[in-house]
């Protein structure tokens, strides 16, 4: 399945509260200052919501950044263009 | 989604995407309008995930939430230090949120005792009750989905389960007490909703000490919200519906008091009912009840005053437009006699049109419309809390005590030495006549459901019913029953045909509910008498059809009197000559004919 990259900045962007345009490539917690553990539990939830999958347990640790999200839903067969 | 929703009352949570659009459209919309609603958390467990359903379901009601969570497990460092956030903010209201596996830490694993946290619950909650002006909101406990000792049960050993129902009580009891101050937020009962699956979180309980579920969390809030809403008057004062296809299924116009369906015994007319039952049980809360529809206001009266099955009755109402004006225009009018705001309205409707039309042009009304699965129609309006208020009157209260004594005076007489003394107890009275043109589909339905008590099991279509109902040739007898737990309805049918000077009993059939209490001998001889007065006939014959599933009622006809006359394959015939000896009366039932 393939869909646009700006969906899913827009799920970041909806949990953290902030404009889609600082969802860059390498945006983290260190580059997002409202991604803590609380958020990030609402990441995973909606992340899971909106692409209709379910993460493993090192998944739902792994994906700290946008690129490595992108790695991670790719393996359940979710790519970005 | 799954099949698992069909049926299902809860509706389902929004998705966490469209609650966080929603709540930024509103805050970043409105210099937020609305009655600002202050909440602060004290709790031993990550429950942040609250906020944003929370959040929701005030905007959407018209409040405005200011949310404060206190420091993960310091509640008691919070509620006793008076420059916390729980003083300092004044707010209107104070959840308590307690997980229990916090709070015990590790000791429960060795077994423990509940009075140890009993004691300490009740020295918190009343030093809260003490010092604090705000509505504190507390939580029962979750209890165990799975017992430490397996299949095995121990007197030594404490069971958790058994623990947990200890604290439980004591948080209840402790709501109970504390009317208008304290609110019970009844986790045990979100879990019962729900179930396991929809309602832990075990993945962010080990990860992270945030137990639940988007499902819990939703139903959490919404809870909540029910506290805010009657804290800031927003709850609803009066109910107004519509008719057709609202308070009972069909077009009376069209379909005439007979045809429409709130029949209390068969689908779906059960389900307007059971509507009509939670309208009444609101108007025993103090919601005032009105109606405004399109209809001859003669034909609405008539169902109200003449359906067996209208639990609804004109006394009942405190206003109504019932006439062919455009329903806003009604509205405003029922608003103005009634001196009430619209916001206080909740306006029931099966019609999308007629919704939409209230949405538009009165935008303060909450508006219900009738679902499409019917069969959550009985819980539209128990869901929502949407009249609720946090304490009820004195009457309200006085009038749930004797409900509670009835059940008691029920359970003292549970006990008897013989079969007769309890069946003599049961107060039976069965009403037999001739049908009535009201009966048809009830009586059609019975002849095609009805397998076991069954002399000779035809089945009948409404039509066939009917046609029969009108021909002089033929009689049919229902049977209703009542005791003193209540009225099962209509629940048995004779028919039989005139044949010269013969009567010829073509079917007689039983609803298994009311079997066992020798009704159907009752009702068999009753109805045989009944026909006779109309019919001269000086003998009766009758049947037995064996099938799977009636072997029963085999030797049904002779236990009556009657005497076998002739035998083919499945069929037995009898005769029963009018100077026969019948079976004697039954003294335990009595018997109406109206």
């Not at chain 1, 509260?17 to 803590?36: F, H, L, M, Q």
């Not at chain 2, 509103?26 to 958390?41: C, D, L, M, Q, R």
């Not at chain 2, 992270?208 to 805010?228: I, M, N, Q, T």
């Not at chain 2, 219900?368 to 009985?378: I, R």
Request: hydrophobic share 40%; aromatic share 10%; charged share 25%.
């Amino acid at each position: 399945m393939q869909l646009k990259e700006h969906k899913l900045k827009e799920v970041l962007a909806r949990i953290f509260n902030v404009d889609v345009n600082t969802i860059t490539e390498d945006a983290s917690p260190d580059t997002i200052e409202n991604w803590d553990s609380l958020r990030h539990m609402s990441l995973v939830l909606a992340i899971e919501e909106e692409f209709g999958i379910e993460l493993t347990d090192d998944q739902v640790v792994e994906i700290l950044s946008f690129k490595l999200i992108k790695i991670v839903l790719k393996e359940h067969g979710i790519e970005f263009i | 989604m799954s099949d698992l929703d069909v049926g299902m009352s809860t509706a389902k949570a929004a998705s966490l995407s469209e609650v966080l659009d929603f709540i930024n459209a509103a805050e970043s919309t409105a210099e937020s309008g609305g009655f600002p609603i202050k909440v602060n958390f004290l709790r031993n467990l990550t429950i942040e995930g609250v906020e944003p359903f929370f959040k929701y379901h005030c905007l959407k009601s018209g409040l405005k939430p200011l949310v404060t969570f206190g420091n993960y497990d310091m509640v008691r460092q919070e509620v006793l230090d008076r420059t916390s956030h729980i003083y300092t903010d004044t707010p209107d209201v104070i959840v308590v949120a307690l997980y229990l596996e916090t709070y015990l830490s590790d000791q429960w694993l060795a077994g423990w005792n509940a009075a140890e946290v009993m004691n300490d619950l009740a020295g918190l909650f009343a030093y809260l009750a003490r010092n604090t002006a705000a509505i504190v909101a507390i939580n029962t406990f979750v209890p165990p989905f799975y017992t430490d000792l397996g299949i095995t049960s121990s007197t030594e050993l404490p069971s958790h389960d058994y623990e947990v129902q200890q604290l439980n009580r004591l948080v209840r009891d402790f709501v109970r007490s504390h009317p208008s101050r304290f609110v019970l937020m009844d986790w045990e009962r979100f879990i019962r909703q729900l179930g396991e699956n929809e309602s832990m979180d075990y993945r962010f309980w080990y990860m992270s000490k945030a137990p639940f579920k988007k499902g819990f969390l939703d139903l959490y809030a919404r809870e909540l919200v029910k506290v805010a809403r009657a804290l800031k008057g927003k709850s609803k004062k009066c109910l107004i519906m519509d008719c057709d296809n609202t308070l009972w299924g069909g077009i009376v116009g069209e379909d005439g008091l007979h045809g429409i369906k709130l029949d209390r015994h068969s689908y779906p007319g059960n389900t307007f009912y059971q509507f009509q039952n939670s309208v009444l049980k609101l108007r025993e809360r103090g919601v005032l009840i009105a109606l405004c529809s399109k209809n001859n206001e003669q034909d609405v009266w008539e169902v109200l005053e003449s359906h067996p099955h209208c639990l609804l009755k004109r006394e009942h109402l405190a206003a109504w437009r019932v006439n062919w004006q455009d329903k806003a225009s009604n509205l405003r009018a029922l608003a103005g006699e009634l001196n009430l705001g619209l916001d206080s309205f909740v306006f029931v409707d099966d019609n999308p049109a007629e919704c939409g039309l209230i949405r538009d042009l009165l935008p303060e009304v909450t508006i219900l419309q009738v679902p499409e699965k019917l069969y959550t129609y009985p819980l539209l309006l128990k869901r929502d809390g949407l009249f609720d208020t946090l304490t009820l009157s004195a009457e309200d209260r006085q009038r749930s005590r004797m409900y509670c004594e009835e059940a008691n005076r029920k359970h003292e007489q549970a006990k008897y030495d013989t079969l007769e003394q309890y069946l003599e107890s049961l107060a039976l009275s069965i009403t037999v006549h001739h049908a009535k043109p009201g009966e048809v589909p009830r009586i059609a339905q019975l002849t095609q459901k009805t397998n076991q008590f069954n002399l000779t099991t035809r089945r009948y279509s409404e039509a066939q019913i009917a046609s029969y109902a009108n021909d002089p040739e033929y009689a049919i007898i229902s049977l209703s029953v009542r005791d003193k737990f209540g009225d099962s309805g209509l629940t048995g049918v004779l028919i039989a045909r005139k044949v010269a000077d013969c009567g010829v009993i073509d079917t007689l059939l039983l609803s298994c509910r009311v079997l066992g209490r020798n009704i159907e001998v009752a009702f068999a001889l009753k109805s045989l008498e009944i026909i006779e007065r109309g019919w001269q006939v000086n003998a009766w014959q009758a049947e037995y059809v064996a099938t799977q599933k009636n072997r029963q009622v085999a030797g049904f006809w002779k236990l009556l009197g009657f005497m076998e006359s002739s035998h083919q394959e499945v069929h037995t015939f009898y005769e029963l000559r009018n100077n026969a000896v019948r079976h004697e009366e039954i003294t335990y039932v009595a018997i109406e004919e109206e």
